[in-house]
């Protein structure tokens, strides 16, 4: 596509001042391209800092109010929920998960009845942070069991639906888990609940820090392979979306982001479904660590950002979520 040439054509007109770049500016970030993460712990008036990630809190379930009611005057449109799990709490079954009075139940009661439709609650469907072993699900010789793992996972589903949840985010992997927990969710009448699969889940090393902040981190036992995707893969991407999407899924996220943008691009183009990226914990330390708090270091972050919405994102997981005001000034 040749659209005219040297010296008629001089693309660097458009770029001469600030506001023809703003003018004809492609991608930008707005309140509503977020979603912003919180870790709960157990106990009163806790506000609890995590080592391998500055900046970022865990919180008390009465802390909440602050963290929400700042989150809806930025208008940030959805929160994502994860419990740090004591570890008396976990065990090989992760059955803390379907405790009505677990971390996560009590947090959604809470700010549903505090804040009704004013924003959205998403949380994960997986047993990671309550298992002894830090898988997702049941294990059994290494291995973790698919239809035995999605049993439980119904069940978690529907009791967190019950407790307030609008957005369900399967991340467990499971093969099928989508059509079984909208089957499930249909069945006792949750019909409305939104279901965000994470179709798209490599199994990465970008979730270390993540995994320090639910208390899973020295539990985990292996590594995620048998059911989180391998990096070297694309294709098989499209084909666990597909999937998703015929069982029922209303977004999909792909996780971890930068490292993945290409994916991003391709489910976008190829399914024009709402999709959402995650820029994970590791994605999270790095640009910590890159920054010295001066303007040109924060601009890392941003152009990070943009770079999932030229991919195509729709919204963005980020634990800058809230801070990101602070970070474009
Ligand atoms: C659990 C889960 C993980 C993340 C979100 N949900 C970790 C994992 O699969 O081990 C990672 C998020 C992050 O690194 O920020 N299923």
């Given at each position: 596509m040749i659209t005219g040439k040297f010296p008629a054509l001089r693309l660097r007109r458009n770029r001469k001042t600030d506001w023809s770049r703003r003018l004809i500016e492609e991608n930008n970030l707005t309140p509503n391209d977020f979603i912003l993460p919180i870790f709960l712990i157990d106990g009163k008036n806790k506000k609890q800092s995590i080592k391998s990630m500055p900046g970022v809190y865990r919180y008390t379930i009465d802390k909440l109010n602050n963290i929400v009611d700042r989150a809806i005057k930025k208008g940030i449109p959805m929160i994502a929920l994860f419990p740090y799990t004591e570890?008396?709490?976990?065990n090989d079954l992760g059955t803390?998960?379907?405790?009505?009075?677990?971390l996560v139940c009590r947090a959604l009661q809470r700010i549903k009845n505090k804040y009704k439709n004013e924003i959205g609650i998403m949380c994960d469907v997986a047993l990671d942070p309550y298992t002894s072993h830090g898988h997702d699900g049941l294990l059994q010789n290494k291995y973790v069991l698919n239809d035995e793992t999605i049993k439980i996972l119904l069940d978690q589903s529907l009791l967190q639906a019950q407790m307030g949840c609008d957005v369900l985010a399967p991340?467990?992997?499971?093969?099928g888990r989508i059509g079984e927990i909208r089957k499930y969710l249909d069945k006792h009448?949750?019909?409305?609940?939104q279901i965000l699969s994470y179709a798209v889940k490599y199994a990465s090393s970008f979730y270390g820090p993540f995994r320090d902040a639910v208390g899973s981190k020295n539990l985990l036992?292996?590594?995620?392979k048998n059911y989180q995707m391998d990096y070297r893969n694309s294709d098989e991407a499209l084909r666990e979306v597909a999937l998703d999407i015929k069982e029922g899924a209303d977004m999909v996220m792909v996780k971890p982001g930068l490292p993945y943008l290409d994916i991003i691009k391709k489910v976008k183009e190829n399914f024009k479904i709402p999709v959402m990226a995650y820029q994970v914990s590791g994605e999270y330390s790095l640009l910590e660590n890159g920054i010295k708090n001066d303007l040109t270091d924060r601009n890392i972050i941003l152009e990070s950002l943009i770079s999932f919405k030229r991919a195509g994102a729709n919204a963005i997981v980020s634990y800058y979520a809230d801070r990101l005001d602070q970070i474009i000034k």
């Amino acid at each position: 596509m040749i659209t005219g040439k040297f010296p008629a054509l001089r693309l660097r007109r458009n770029r001469k001042t600030d506001w023809s770049r703003r003018l004809i500016e492609e991608n930008n970030l707005t309140p509503n391209d977020f979603i912003l993460p919180i870790f709960l712990i157990d106990g009163k008036n806790k506000k609890q800092s995590i080592k391998s990630m500055p900046g970022v809190y865990r919180y008390t379930i009465d802390k909440l109010n602050n963290i929400v009611d700042r989150a809806i005057k930025k208008g940030i449109p959805m929160i994502a929920l994860f419990p740090y799990t004591e570890k008396r709490k976990k065990n090989d079954l992760g059955t803390e998960a379907l405790n009505e009075n677990n971390l996560v139940c009590r947090a959604l009661q809470r700010i549903k009845n505090k804040y009704k439709n004013e924003i959205g609650i998403m949380c994960d469907v997986a047993l990671d942070p309550y298992t002894s072993h830090g898988h997702d699900g049941l294990l059994q010789n290494k291995y973790v069991l698919n239809d035995e793992t999605i049993k439980i996972l119904l069940d978690q589903s529907l009791l967190q639906a019950q407790m307030g949840c609008d957005v369900l985010a399967p991340s467990d992997m499971m093969d099928g888990r989508i059509g079984e927990i909208r089957k499930y969710l249909d069945k006792h009448n949750f019909k409305m609940t939104q279901i965000l699969s994470y179709a798209v889940k490599y199994a990465s090393s970008f979730y270390g820090p993540f995994r320090d902040a639910v208390g899973s981190k020295n539990l985990l036992k292996g590594n995620k392979k048998n059911y989180q995707m391998d990096y070297r893969n694309s294709d098989e991407a499209l084909r666990e979306v597909a999937l998703d999407i015929k069982e029922g899924a209303d977004m999909v996220m792909v996780k971890p982001g930068l490292p993945y943008l290409d994916i991003i691009k391709k489910v976008k183009e190829n399914f024009k479904i709402p999709v959402m990226a995650y820029q994970v914990s590791g994605e999270y330390s790095l640009l910590e660590n890159g920054i010295k708090n001066d303007l040109t270091d924060r601009n890392i972050i941003l152009e990070s950002l943009i770079s999932f919405k030229r991919a195509g994102a729709n919204a963005i997981v980020s634990y800058y979520a809230d801070r990101l005001d602070q970070i474009i000034k």
